[in-house]
């Protein structure tokens, strides 16, 4: 692949088939992810990815308790994500669910195998500033450096900006 190749344009069915690959690939690596039921097209073209709930997400308003071991959970579940060399690319509150045994991410569909640092920090300040949103901003910071330590935060913060963010943790 080294050639670069021709153009490639994305089609539906592929695009369901890099989230179903992204989704199963992290779960290999034992990552806490929404596991996988189906990838599929219909009779009309229609594209399904279809993953499984395994809690409420951040932003679904329910009665649970945001505590700080469960912050820990999401930082913990990032650095998992980020050892098998994947980069989730549109964290926000609505991609992190509540399970049973910590925080699952879902929605695999900007996901991207790199070992860059500029995707790396721009999935910790979306995780920051998703933990932010739902936790408050002291609290997000502190287990924010906890895991990451000072210098790492300090390079994450950088990208803690509109442009880094999708429209709905913008507007969060």
């Known amino acids: 692949y080294r050639s670069g190749g021709r153009n490639v344009t994305v089609n539906r ?11 199963l690939l992290a779960q290999r690596e034992g990552v806490l992810v929404a596991p996988l039921v189906a990838a599929a097209m219909d ?10 709930s395994v809690g409420p997400t951040f932003e679904d308003g329910v009665d649970v308790t945001i505590d700080d071991d469960l912050l820990r ?3 913990s579940s990032l650095d998992r994500l980020h050892d098998a060399g994947i980069r989730h690319g549109g ?11 910590g925080v699952y991410f879902t929605d695999f569909d900007r996901a991207t195998i790199a070992w ?16 932010a949103v739902v936790a408050g901003t002291d609290r997000a910071i502190a287990i924010a450096e906890e895991a990451l330590g000072p210098d790492a935060l300090t390079m994450t ?5 509109p442009a880094a963010m999708l429209p709905e943790l913008r507007k969060q």
């Open 13 to 23: 069915r592929q695009q369901i088939e890099h989230q179903a690959y992204m989704t």
């Open 43 to 52: 009779g009309r073209g229609d594209a399904l990815f279809v993953a499984e």
């Open 73 to 75: 959970s999401c930082w």
């Open 91 to 101: 964290i926000t509150p609505r991609h992190l669910q509540l399970g049973d045994d």
């Open 116 to 131: 860059d640092d500029g995707s790396r920090r721009l999935d910790e300040a979306q995780l920051l500033t998703s933990t």
């Open 157 to 161: 913060t950088t990208y803690v900006q």
